[in-house]
């Protein structure tokens, strides 16, 4: 099953049991994939709603921090309502030690020495690490490995 459906199915459920959180949630995020499906002009693979689903967790977590911040409590558990559903759609998320070895090995693969080569080294990852690991983690880790690699 793919993930949009088990999405549709999580509606379905959210429907049946009265969840109005879960409906909300679900209904904005199969909003967000139909959007990308017409801006495409083709039906969504599994990679692309995992992108999809990674903004919108990343944009909750945000939410988050921000109502954590203005110390607004309601806000702050209806992202954690919203990120708690959010989390199981996706993949196994890959460890910041896992993200780190299989950039090294680009790293290593692509002879990049300093920060000026990131791209060399983002073209080797992503296709490795798509859907396993947020892209401002992956970005970050070779930013800072290419440092030390600079340094030593």
Do not use: C, W
Request: hydrophobic share 40%; no cysteine.
């Amino acid at each position: 099953m793919s993930i949009k459906e088990t999405i549709n199915e999580k509606l379905k459920e959210a429907m049946r049991m009265h969840d109005e959180d879960g409906k909300r949630v679900y209904r904005m995020i199969l909003s967000s994939i139909k959007f990308a499906e017409k801006t495409e002009g083709k039906e969504l693979e599994d990679n692309d709603v995992v992108q999809i689903l990674q903004k919108e967790l990343k944009i909750r977590k945000e939410s988050l921090l921000e109502a954590q911040k203005g110390g607004r409590t309601e806000a702050m558990a209806e992202a954690e309502k919203d990120i708690a559903a959010i989390e199981p759609l996706l993949p196994k998320q890959l460890s910041q030690d896992e993200v780190s070895s299989i950039v090294k090995n680009a790293i290593n693969e692509s002879g990049a020495s300093s920060p000026a080569d990131m791209g060399k080294v983002m073209k080797i990852v992503m296709p490795k690490l798509k859907g396993l690991a947020p892209n401002d983690l992956i970005s970050k880790t070779v930013k800072e490995l290419l440092s030390k690699n600079e340094q030593a």
